[in-house]
């Protein structure tokens, strides 16, 4: 399993369309990607959920990426995080 | 930075005068809901600098402070440990608003409160019994038909009994068992018992209970009789009822009753001038403790003992389920309540409204007698008829023919149940609301023949004010009739169907117009429809939910009815190209042209905005977005109120977000609102568009 963490830029934080296009992202890989805030975590691909951990600007999430394709999908991941959130 | 909790809870409860000045706390979404018992104690301005509130209104009684979605609850908690408070309900902060009404408030709606659902029955029978009654004053052959009495029958039932329905209605109100409660209704007007209608009447009483009539008052009766009737009495009557009876202790009825029906109830008048009821002994009585007794008069016409008597037993029936142990509970507890409450009822509230009544029929006998009496009289009938008091008026008109020929008091009671008819006219053709309308008019039209209760127990009371115009109607109309000596030979009928009775129908009839046009006129300018505002922007959980009917997504797992009221278009031309695009899933776009989103169906709230522009919900494995407008995140709530909150279960057609449609165009952004199932492409059979 692949770790890393991330300080939300992005002034809306995890809203609807920012949460859409993670989730777009995300499906191009095998692994399971979890978002984790605080004691919670979810499956980035549930976009209800996602949106649900309420993650704004300032907020540091941790992402787990596990399956054949973590190391990729993690650096790819965290490169689109960097990229828009 | 993260709000201190703690310090803002400290700092409410500190301006609000502590923990013991608050009755009862609930959150909502966004909001801290307090019950205050005193408001003197509130520092607003302090409040309202508090760190953490955002803002404060009053509303039905309670104290709202905004406080913000997913802080409300943390500030809500530290709310509780700082001041000790309970946690409660929002139903419980309601009923504790509610129970906040000034004493004399409360009182004057309860029996508005009791009337409401018992409407339809007494409106319906009101303008029957008016129109039936009414006929035989000016067709006097249809008294006489089976037609009549059978119509009579059905237009009176509601009346006759309606101690039985106040009952079921109260107990509803007052949270009581109905069926306990209708057992108490059915007792007052049990048939063993007098009709209180009756209980005036000298006939009434000696038939009901057999009581001889002195033997002189007899032959009084019978000499004073039309030559012709008297010609229908046997010769040697009375000697035939020595014979069977002991004359020295008086005449029984039934032997009057045995004569030709003419010749009885001439009888009868005379005897109900000339005796009173004391004069044959008075109303008999269950002997119950000694020399006291019961008397054996029902309650039919009553309202205020009746309501009396069930709140008494709702009380001690709650009272009861807590302290009877559970095993014995089902058949002690209503055995107990009924026995009490009927014990309490015939030995406690019957006597003293019967001298009440008493004091009544002396105090309006008395008015009746002056201009100014006339006028005071005119003015509070209505209340004698909201207390159930007016039944003895007949032993007054009685009187009077007796003395005079004259029935003066007619007039007055005209005039009286004349204006509330125009001020129940008044509000029917003034109100919008379609019910309040609907009950109005028939309720103004039966008033106008002389049954007034659907007019004041079901609209004028409630509203008040028109019950107020219609006094001031009824006071100038009184006063009227008293100085042009208005009256009529008869008694028992008052408004339309007196007309043919009174001695000048002109100037009758200017009364009436008199009497109606000061409270129509009056209601018409003082009295204002209730704008349901308040209630708009609060929805009750118990209001009926209008439901959705057009749906916009169907899948293999539910339908997704329409949330939002508008123009639904196509997925694709929501003007938002990541809504557009489908990322977020499938569905339609509303272009809405009202401003509230409900439940597209019965789910769960997953999520709801920070900033309370959109919320998930789930059911059955559909994950639901509706976003209102685009790019509205940046509004940061501003136009938004969430009426829910995350976990909440909500019901298909519960209102979720209201938004202004006008703060969001304000902020240059479209309104078009989003449905979007976000797992589209995990559900089967997905199909999007109205349908």
């Known amino acids: 399993m692949k770790s890393f963490e991330y300080t939300i830029t992005d002034p809306v934080g995890i809203h609807a369309r920012p949460a859409g296009i993670l989730v777009k992202e995300i499906k191009k890989f095998a692994s399971t990607v979890t978002v984790n805030k605080g004691e919670k975590s979810v499956n980035a691909l549930k976009l209800m959920a996602l949106m649900g951990m309420g993650i704004k600007q300032g907020d540091t999430i941790r992402i787990d990426v596990e399956g054949a394709d973590e190391e990729t999908a993690a650096a790819e991941i965290e490169a689109f995080f960097k990229a828009n959130l | ?691």
């Open chain 2, 1 to 691: 930075m993260a709000l201190d909790y703690r310090k803002c809870a400290e700092e409410i409860a500190k301006y609000i005068g502590g923990g013991s000045n608050v009755i009862s706390a609930a959150h909502c979404a966004t909001r801290l809901r307090l019950v205050i018992a005193d408001n003197s104690k509130i520092d607003k301005k302090a409040l309202e600098d508090v760190e953490g509130v955002k803002g404060m209104f009053e509303s039905n009684g309670q104290l709202q402070l905004i406080i913000g979605t997913g802080t409300v609850n943390k500030v809500y908690d530290e709310f509780l440990a700082v001041t000790g408070v309970s946690a409660a309900t929002k139903a419980d902060v309601k009923a504790a608003a509610a129970s906040k009404m000034p004493w004399w408030k409360k009182i004057l709606k309860t029996p508005g409160d009791i009337f409401v659902p018992i409407l339809p029955a007494i409106v319906a029978s009101g303008l029957m019994m008016g129109i039936v009654e009414a006929i035989p004053k000016f067709a006097p052959a249809f008294g006489n038909t089976g037609w009549y009495a059978f119509l009579d029958l059905v237009a009176n039932t509601a009346f006759a009994l309606l101690p039985v329905l106040v009952a079921i209605s109260a107990a509803r109100v007052f949270g009581g068992n109905v069926f306990l409660a209708a057992v108490i209704g059915l007792m007052m007007v049990h048939p063993a018992l007098l009709n209180a209608w009756n209980s005036g009447s000298v006939q009434g009483v000696a038939t009901f209970f057999g009581k001889p009539i002195p033997l002189e008052a007899v032959q009084n009766a019978i000499n004073g009789l039309d030559p012709k009737v008297a010609a229908l009495i046997p010769n040697d009557f009375l000697n035939q009822a020595g014979a069977l009876f002991d004359l020295s202790k008086g005449v029984s009825p039934s032997v009057i009753n045995s004569l030709p029906s003419e010749a009885a109830s001439g009888i009868w008048s005379a005897l109900n001038s000339s005796l009173t009821v004391a004069d044959i002994g008075g109303i008999s009585k269950f002997a119950l403790f000694g020399s006291y007794g019961i008397s054996q008069v029902g309650y039919q016409g009553h309202v205020i003992p009746v309501i009396l008597a069930v709140l008494f037993m709702s009380k001690l029936e709650k009272l009861l389920h807590k302290i009877v142990p559970e095993m014995i509970d089902l058949f002690v507890t209503p055995l107990v309540t009924v026995l009490v409450t009927a014990l309490l009822t015939f030995t406690i509230i019957g006597p003293v409204f019967s001298i009440l009544e008493n004091y009544v029929l002396m105090g309006a006998k008395w008015l009746a007698g002056t201009k100014i009496g006339a006028t005071v009289m005119g003015a509070i009938y209505p209340w004698t008829v909201f207390l159930g008091l007016h039944h003895m008026y007949n032993v007054i008109e009685a009187g009077m023919i007796a003395q005079t020929g004259l029935n003066t008091w007619m007039p007055i009671a005209s005039a009286a149940n004349f204006a509330q008819f125009g001020a129940c006219l008044a509000v029917a053709i003034k109100v919008k609301n379609a019910k309040t309308k609907s009950v109005a008019l028939p309720a103004s039209l039966s008033a106008s023949l002389g049954i007034t209760e659907p007019a004041i127990f079901g609209v004028n009371y409630r509203f008040m004010k028109p019950f107020l115009c219609g006094m001031a109607g009824g006071a100038v109309g009184a006063l009227f009739g008293a100085l042009f000596g208005l009256g009529a030979p008869v008694y028992g009928v008052t408004g339309i169907p007196a007309i043919p009775a009174v001695n000048n129908i002109p100037l009758y009839l200017v009364e009436l117009l008199i009497a109606a046009g000061v409270a129509f006129v009056l209601t018409i300018f003082i009295w204002k429809e209730e704008k349901p505002e308040e209630k708009a922007k609060e929805p009750e959980p118990e209001k009926p939910l209008e439901l959705p009917t057009v749906s916009v997504i169907r899948c293999a797992a539910g339908t997704v009815m329409q949330p939002v009221k508008g123009n639904v278009i196509a997925r694709e031309a929501i003007p938002d190209d990541t809504f557009a695009s489908g990322v977020l899933g499938d569905g339609v776009g509303i272009e809405p042209t009202e401003e509230l989103v409900v439940a597209p169906f019965d789910g769960t709230i997953s999520s709801v905005a920070e900033s309370k522009h959109a919320i998930g919900i789930e059911a059955n494995g559909m994950e639901m977005l509706i976003h209102v407008g685009v790019d509205t995140v940046n509004m940061q709530g501003d136009g938004f109120e969430c009426l829910v909150s995350e976990g909440d279960e909500v019901k298909l057609g519960q209102p979720l977000i209201r938004f202004s449609r006008e703060k969001i165009k304000a902020a240059g952004y479209s309104d078009t609102v989003a449905v979007l199932l976000t797992n589209s492409d995990d559900l089967e059979g997905v199909e999007c568009g109205a349908k």
